[in-house]
């Protein structure tokens, strides 16, 4: 079978930088599709693949991009070569079964390496379920993040939980995925909308994008100010972060019910958990709040990004000024280590064509 030669970023040894290298990739089978990458999205999921311990070395990386249909297999026929699409790591179609999901390999240096997506690369070989066709009229680097940021934030808040006007909302975490998610609860009509971070830069970022109220948590009891502000406690929460330190302050901050009158809140964890938490259970069963969670923002390309190209051309998806940082593919230590050090206020992306 032929092969295409491409350059992509590898991940080869642990603490060691990121370089990019030649790999080949073979001809899609049936069901599969070779993309020529215009720009990709920088996740800080990634920074969880490039510490962990146990994470099988040498790796691709990257799950959100777009870019130009090369060729595709018979059986991918909801695109056509030539096509601009969107890539993200979730399905297609509703009734996608996970056979989407399985190994593909690549060769790099002698060396096997077995992949499901990767975006960081200039050409990517991945299954048609991956991808969607893109409206004309957007902008070909920022929507890149899309297909993660795009359905993590924004999709969450509006899948996962039923917003109605009025009621009131709070993100923790105001970076690329937060920003997105008051972008939705705005577009939906919340109100009051409090943002809540460490960082006053991205608090006040955060405003453009509809927060009402900002919490500095570092300097203010979160948990205190936000009932304040919402007369007892939120309705929706959502966390964008993940670590285990802020879990309780998430479930504290949302309404809390009264048993044979009312339900309390919603508390939704976005964010990739950063390892175990401890919290206290009674504070859900007492407050009869739920806590679920949300990978994803049960989104389905198909059905979902017609609605978010429809926000976005109407100006109320505010997706090219979620982005904040631009590099090239050269660029790419410098970019992971901006984002793991917080030099990144919204959502980076490479460019890459």
């Known amino acids: 079978m032929s092969t295409r030669k491409t350059k992509a970023v590898i991940y080869a040894e642990r603490n060691k930088p990121l370089f990019i290298d030649e790999i080949s990739i073979p001809e899609p089978k049936p069901d599969q599709a070779i993309i020529k990458i215009i720009a990709s999205g920088i996740c800080g999921s990634q920074l969880y693949d490039l510490t962990h311990p146990k994470i099988e070395l040498p790796r691709l990386l990257g799950h959100e991009a777009t870019g130009i249909v090369v060729k595709k297999g018979k059986l991918v026929t909801h695109v056509e070569e030539g096509d601009h699409v969107l890539v993200s790591w979730i399905p297609y179609n509703a009734d996608a079964n996970t056979e989407y999901l399985k190994w593909n390999t690549v060769s790099w240096s002698g060396h096997e390496i077995k992949t499901v997506l990767f975006t960081w690369a200039e050409h990517t070989l991945l299954d048609g ?93 979160v948990v205190e100010a936000i009932k304040e502000i919402t007369n007892g406690g939120a309705d929706f929460v959502f966390d964008m972060v993940g670590i285990p330190q802020i879990v309780e302050s998430t479930i504290l901050a949302a309404r809390e019910g009264v048993c044979g009158f009312c339900e309390g809140g919603t508390t939704v964890l976005v964010g990739f958990p950063k390892g175990a938490a401890e919290f206290n259970s009674r504070s859900i069963l007492l407050g009869q709040r739920t806590y679920k969670g949300s990978r994803g923002g049960a989104c389905i390309a198909k059905r ?50």
């Open 129 to 221: 379920q991956f991808i969607t066709k893109m409206d004309k009229g957007f902008e070909k680097y920022t929507t890149a993040v899309l297909g993660c940021a795009g359905v993590a934030g924004y999709g969450t808040v509006r899948n996962i939980v039923n917003i109605k006007p009025g009621q009131s909302v709070v993100v923790f975490g105001a970076g690329g995925l937060g920003v997105l998610a008051v972008n939705a609860a705005k577009n939906l009509g919340a109100n009051p909308i409090i943002a809540v971070d460490i960082k006053d830069k991205k608090l006040e970022f955060s405003k453009l994008f509809g927060a009402t109220h900002t919490i500095n948590s570092d300097t203010t009891d």
């Open 304 to 353: 979902d990004f017609p609605i978010f190209y429809k926000d976005y051309k109407e100006g109320a998806l505010l997706l090219d000024q979620a982005v904040t940082n631009r590099y090239k593919l050269d660029q790419i230590n410098e970019a992971v280590q901006d984002l793991s050090e917080g030099r990144v206020l919204g959502r980076a992306i490479i460019e890459i064509s």
